[in-house]
């Protein structure tokens, strides 16, 4: 059997890129496996193959061939070139954004958002089935009418990132006080407006020396990146620093130098920073929206509210009590163990092979 | 506990077995800086109204100049048969470019201040002439 892999769009420090370079080497246990892409992949993406060399790959000697498709905010491309051929597909599913989120600050966005939950919802009777990376994601798609929806989190060898030899700190701020931490790219669904807010609180009444590194891509969703700029100035935070996207060497200095990751965002379909975060041995304040508190499990402040006074609150705990920290660390290392690459490698081919049975 | 502030919604807490203890905790030390006074009143909910003005802050022309900026990425999707693709390379590559020089100037004309958008198109276009004499030759 091949099964092969197919991204609407292939970027790098992207954890859909990143999910499928993972899969490739389990898939080949099943026989041969490439990744294609609909879109040019980019040039920093290794190995990746656009897909019109799929279609001109030669014909498999024999067996059936499977393709894994990758969700994306646009499908429609994707979904024409699968019409009327002959392969079964998995779609992979990494979670939709509410496009209620985008509304004001993209609305463009938004739309191709609405537009790409249709197009997921009308490839219900197309699929053999779903591997998902949480078990929100599997009811957002049992929602949609989805069937064989099994819940595999991403294969993520974080050994590779903590192994990263340390940088020369040239892409970091230079900080002389507590770290606060997130990592995702700018977009109204990571609500970096709500950190900004616990940060305010944080730094005005509770750790006045402390810092807020955001990092993550800023090219895209320019009116909300603006937004928050104009924010962050008007509230005179100097000590809010935005790094933009990160190699995975300046990640790690990132983590390394953190003392808290924070995480306020109002949906995540999984999240793997939180996880990257653990892997460091950084303790976790999060608010348990969408992915987010089955992400973290026990090993993180898991708030129940976005409130800022309440996210500086554990923000300023955890920075004070040591014993909090070590009974984190402790739990962290526990739920890492279940994230373990190996391990969900294991599950990944057992719901594979369940799924195509 | 004092809060004004539209109260944002979501799902409740997945994957928690059992509210934390130290979460009952956060929510009283919190109460108890409001009810101290320490804590400005109505302080989280003007947080919330702070930014939501400065978002609001936008003229129509810079909501035009984002829907035109997504038309290009969407008209920006060249795929091409082999014959073409070197072709359809090429168009990627400079609409890349002229991309990336139209988002810098929207966010330029977002700084609404005309020295400052002055000196950051001369920068944007000793950048462009500086790729375009890097270029490998199509």
Redesign the interface.
Known sequence: MEIHQVLVRALPANAVTKDALALRPLLRRFGPSEVFS???PDPGVPDVA???AYE?RPAPPSGETVLVLHSWFDHA?VVRFLEGRPERVLLRYHGGAQPEQFE??????ARTLRAAREEIRGLRHRVDGVLTAS??NADELRGLGFERVAVVPPVEDMTALTAEPPGDGSALPATDGPVVTFVGRLAPNKAH??L??AF??LKT?LCPTAHLVLAGER?FH???R??LE??VA??ALPDVHFTGGLTNAALADLYRRSDVFLCMS?YEGFCVPLVEAMAFGVPVVA????????????AG??????????A???VA?VLADAA?RARLRARADARLREFDAAAVGRRMVASIEAVLR | ME?RGR??T??P?????G??P??A???E??AE??RSG??PAG??AD??D??DA??A??SHR??RL??L???LDEAS???A??PC?EL??QL?AHTRVLRELL?EL??AL?AERADELSARVDLLLEQVARRGAAAPPG
């Open positions: 609909f879109h040019r656009p897909l019109g001109r491309g004001r600050f993209d609305p463009r966005f078990r929100h407006e709500l900004i807010q305010h609180v009444y090219r320019a009116v909300y603006l937004a104009r924010y008007e509230l109002r608010w348990g929206v969408t992915a987010v508190g089955e992400t973290v499990g026990d402040v898991v708030l129940d509210e976005p409130r800022p006074a309440l500086a609150e554990a705990r909090l | 809060h109260p944002e979501g799902s807490v997945e994957g928690v077995t509210a934390d130290i979460l905790e956060l929510h030390a919190a800086r409001h320490q804590y302080m989280e947080l919330g702070h930014f400065v978002a802050r936008r810079q909501v984002d829907l900026l997504s038309s999707r060249f795929d048969d082999p693709e359809a390379r990627q988002a929207v966010d977002a």
